[in-house]
C-alpha cells in the first residue's frame, strides 16, 4: 500500500488526537482521613464551648439585671439592735483567788427593721455576755416574727449567778478600777438565726452575729446607763 493510500484510509473510529491524562489519584493515606476528622472534631468542640461560655454570659447578665431590679424595689436596710437598759445590782470578783464572778445583770434591747417590704423571722437569739473577754453569762430569747417598718422591745433579760473565770494579768487592777468608778466594761454578743420575707417568699437562713460594747453602771452608784447602739 502506498504512503498515499493509507492517508486516505478512515480511521474507523479511533481516536489519534493528543494524549489523555490519567484520572487524579484519589487514594488517602488513613493518617490524612483522620487528620481530617480530628479537624472536624475541634471545629465542633470549639463551637460547643463557645456556645457555653455564651449561654454563661447571658445568665450572668440576666442575674445581675434582676438583683440590680430587686434591690431598686426593695431598698434593703440593715437591721439595727440598740441597748435601751442595762445595770448590775451585784459584780464582784471572790474566792481565794479572786477568780469567781458573783453578777446580777439587767438588760434589754430594741431591735429596728428600717424596710418597707421586708419582713425578719428571728428563729434563734443566742445571747452571751463577756467581761474580760471571758463568758460569764448565756440565756436564749424568744423567737418571733418582727413585720415590714417595725421596731420591737425583746424585754426585760435578767442575767443572775456565779461563775469561775481566768484571772489575767490585768483582770484585778482594772476591775478595782471600775468597782470604783462604779461603772463596768461588759460585752454582750447575740448570735441570731433570721430568716427575710419579700412578699409571700421566705429567704434564709443566715447567722449573724450583734456585739454590743456597753458601760454598765453599778445600781447603787446612782449612775444612770446611756442608749447604745450594737
Excluded at 4 to 16: C, I, T
Excluded at 65 to 73: K, M, R, S, T
Aim: aromatic share 12%; hydrophobic share 35%; charged share 15%.
Amino acid at each position: 500500500m502506498s504512503r498515499q493510500d493509507y492517508q486516505k484510509q478512515p480511521l474507523n473510529g479511533a481516536y489519534y488526537g493528543p494524549s489523555i491524562p490519567p484520572p487524579p489519584n484519589t487514594y488517602n493515606r488513613p493518617g490524612r482521613r483522620g487528620l481530617r476528622g480530628g479537624c472536624c472534631l475541634w471545629d465542633c468542640g470549639c463551637c460547643l464551648l463557645s456556645c457555653v461560655c455564651k449561654i454563661i454570659f447571658t445568665i450572668v447578665i440576666l442575674i445581675g439585671i434582676a438583683a440590680l431590679v430587686f434591690w431598686l424595689v426593695v431598698r434593703p436596710h440593715a437591721i439595727k439592735f440598740q441597748t435601751t437598759e442595762a445595770s448590775v445590782s451585784q459584780f464582784n470578783l471572790s474566792g481565794s483567788a479572786s477568780d469567781t464572778l458573783l453578777y446580777d445583770l439587767t438588760l434589754n434591747f430594741t431591735v429596728r427593721n428600717p424596710n418597707s417590704h421586708i419582713g425578719v423571722y428571728y428563729d434563734v437569739i443566742d445571747l452571751r455576755a463577756y467581761y474580760d473577754d471571758q463568758r460569764f453569762a448565756a440565756t436564749e430569747l424568744t423567737p418571733f416574727y418582727q413585720g415590714k417598718k417595725n421596731t420591737t422591745d425583746l424585754g426585760l433579760v435578767a442575767l443572775q449567778g456565779q461563775t469561775v473565770i481566768t484571772a489575767s494579768s490585768g483582770l484585778s487592777s482594772d476591775y478595782s478600777t471600775q468597782k470604783t468608778d462604779g461603772v463596768f466594761d461588759i460585752t454582750v454578743k447575740m448570735y441570731l438565726t433570721v430568716r427575710f420575707k419579700i412578699g409571700w417568699v421566705k429567704i434564709g437562713k443566715f447567722k449573724p452575729k450583734i456585739q454590743c460594747d456597753l458601760k454598765v453602771p453599778l445600781s447603787s452608784s446612782g449612775q444612770s446607763f446611756q442608749s447604745t447602739g450594737c
